[in-house]
């Protein structure tokens, strides 16, 4: 099985050279899916697994505009449409100066299985730009979006492919971006996700995301018979999600006692909670990208230029980016008493630190413990659609049963003995519907 595998990435990586954070995120999904993949030889036929990891398009386009100073600047664009079969492609926009192609395409391929999970009609697609929103002002940011929407907007549509937010794109960014879609198309429709409550977005969006990540973490703990309640809990980032995870895990009766930033992270042993949670959001409109005000503000503990994952905690939930917990991490994490980690970024542990984790604790990989964002932003389309709003319980109530959903998706194909092994069960959960949907879609 090995060496089928093995010649599988192989041929991927000849043909996707240097795509690295691609090719990890490939090689996990297929080596879940291997067995299942075997079994059925409809799906070889077909080459579905072949299929499923080359975009059906990727756009690159020049993204130029005029900063403060007068000054000509370039970025580069993205959209990954990775794949339709499900619905129209649906993925969020990512403003990092990290952004290359293949993160983009690793965020794709994954975001495919997840929405798949949450059982909405909805493809798979990411992009963004190599843009740092770090430092630049409001003009910047929305001369920014407009020339960047003056490309994709011929890309895009609410039937065909609808972006959100991601990292480095929060409220402000989808609001200039569909500003600029609606007066280039003259259309007012449900193109983007993440909007303004008073202009199309759903009650529930911004928690989502992090709400989403704790009800799954507290099916996770059901399952062993325990619950988020008296437990404390380390979380990494502090923008979009780690705010709304913070928010629920205090409403449960749990203890947060970290964030994080590029600058280093704050231990908070009184806990992260009221006005604390609030003042998360005062410190990402700054702009700055630094959690060290935290530590001036609330009397804290700063730890420079270090992780998070060295706190004795209960609970791990990494909320930042893609491989922010390695194997050293992880063992540090296990060392030092944690039983769970639930994985809110995307593709938050590299390969090796997942190996380590499945074997020593309990882990779920984000695209099952986060697809609670993307799933409300399939309400938020639905809604449009239907050209009405549901009230807060009402999306919640469904947040809820999505992810319930999701960890019975995971439980049902990665149940092993006694064990749930959350990678499998996402995995092979997420692929079979698309799967089917291609095979029944023909060779397209
Ligand atoms: O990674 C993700 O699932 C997101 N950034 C949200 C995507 C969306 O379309 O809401």
């Known amino acids: 099985m090995m060496s089928d595998i093995n010649e599988f990435i192989t041929n991927l990586e000849r043909r996707t050279p240097g795509e690295n954070e691609f090719h990890q995120a490939v090689e996990e999904v297929i080596t879940s899916v291997w067995d299942f993949y075997k079994k059925n030889p409809r799906y070889q036929k077909a080459k579905i697994l072949e299929r499923m990891c080359e975009p059906e398009r990727v756009i690159m386009f020049r993204v130029p505009w005029v900063d403060d100073r007068g000054e000509v600047q370039i970025n580069r664009g993205y959209r990954v449409e990775f794949n339709s079969a499900l619905g129209p492609y649906k993925g969020g926009l990512r403003f990092h100066a990290s952004v290359t192609l293949s993160i983009l395409k690793f965020l794709g391929f994954e975001q495919t299985f997840k929405n798949s999970l949450t059982t909405l009609p909805m493809g798979g697609g990411k992009g963004g730009s190599d843009f740092s929103p770090k430092g630049k002002t409001d003009g910047e940011i929305m001369r920014f979006c407009q020339s960047f929407m003056s490309e994709l907007y011929r890309h895009i549509g609410p039937n065909t492919d609808v972006p959100a937010g991601d990292i480095g794109v929060g409220g402000r960014e989808i609001g200039y971006l569909f500003g600029q879609y609606k007066r280039l198309k003259n259309e007012f429709t449900g193109v ?238 997420g692929f079979v519907k698309v799967a089917e949907a291609m095979l029944a879609q023909g060779v397209v």
């Open 192 to 429: 983007l996700t993440g909007k303004g409550l008073a202009w199309g977005g759903s009650l529930i969006r911004p928690e989502a995301t992090g709400f989403g990540a704790v009800y799954f973490a507290q099916h996770m703990l059901h399952e062993i018979g325990s619950d988020i309640a008296g437990q404390t809990v380390s979380v990494s980032g502090f923008g979009n999600v780690a705010w709304g995870a913070i928010a629920k895990v205090n409403e449960l009766g749990g203890k947060v006692v970290t964030i994080s930033g590029p600058d280093g992270y704050i231990y908070d042993k009184e806990g992260i909670s009221g006005d604390k949670i609030d003042y998360l959001l005062e410190l990402r409109a700054t702009n700055n990208d630094v959690v060290a005000p935290y530590a001036d503000e609330f009397g804290a503990h700063f730890v420079p230029n270090k992780r998070p994952w060295e706190v004795p905690v209960d609970i791990a939930m990494p909320c930042a980016t893609e491989n922010e917990v390695c194997l050293s991490d992880a063992k540090e994490l296990a060392k030092n008493g944690c039983k769970m980690l639930a994985e809110a970024s995307n593709m938050g542990c590299t390969a090796e630190a997942v190996e380590y984790l499945s074997e020593n604790m309990i882990y779920a990989p984000g695209k099952a413990v986060n697809a609670g964002g993307v799933a409300v932003s399939g309400l938020e389309m639905s809604q449009n659609s239907m050209r009405i709003n549901w009230p807060k319980e009402e999306v919640d109530n469904r947040l809820h049963g999505i992810m319930r959903n999701i960890h019975e998706t995971c439980v049902e194909y990665g149940k092993n003995g006694q064990k749930i092994d959350y990678v499998k069960g996402a995995n092979v959960g």
